[in-house]
Every structure is written in structure tokens, then in C-alpha cells.
């Protein structure tokens, strides 16, 4: 038998306070609904965003 375990669970509430900010952010700057749909969509993929970002000013 298979429990879940996760050692820290913390990270699933700064992950959605940040989903929460994120979709705010993007849905306020949306011009019409289907842009508000896209950046619902951008908000639940945010960190590769802020990953993406950060390599490409690191140079990686």
C-alpha cells in the first residue's frame, strides 16, 4: 500500500497564493474575455515562466 507523502506541504499554498496573484495579474491586464481565458491559462503555468526567465538572464 502506497501512502502520499509530502515532505513539504507548505509549497502547495505558496504555489497557489501564486496561481491566485498570478491569474489577478494577468485577468486585470486582459483587453477582452479571450485574453482574460489566456491569462487564466498563464497564471497555472507561471513557474515555467519565472524559470524560463531566470536561465535566460542567468545566461543557462
Known amino acids: ?3 502520499n507523502f ?3 506541504p507548505s509549497s502547495g499554498a505558496v504555489y497557489g497564493l501564486g496561481l ?3 491569474a489577478v495579474y494577468f485577468i486585470s491586464h486582459a483587453t477582452g474575455f479571450w485574453m482574460g481565458v489566456l ?3 498563464k497564471a497555472i503555468v507561471w513557474p ?3 524559470i524560463y526567465e531566470a536561465m ?3 545566461n543557462m
Open 1 to 3: 500500500m502506497s501512502k
Open 6 to 8: 509530502n515532505p513539504n
Open 20 to 22: 491566485i496573484g498570478a
Open 39 to 41: 491569462g487564466f491559462l
Open 48 to 50: 515555467a515562466f519565472l
Open 56 to 58: 535566460k538572464h542567468l
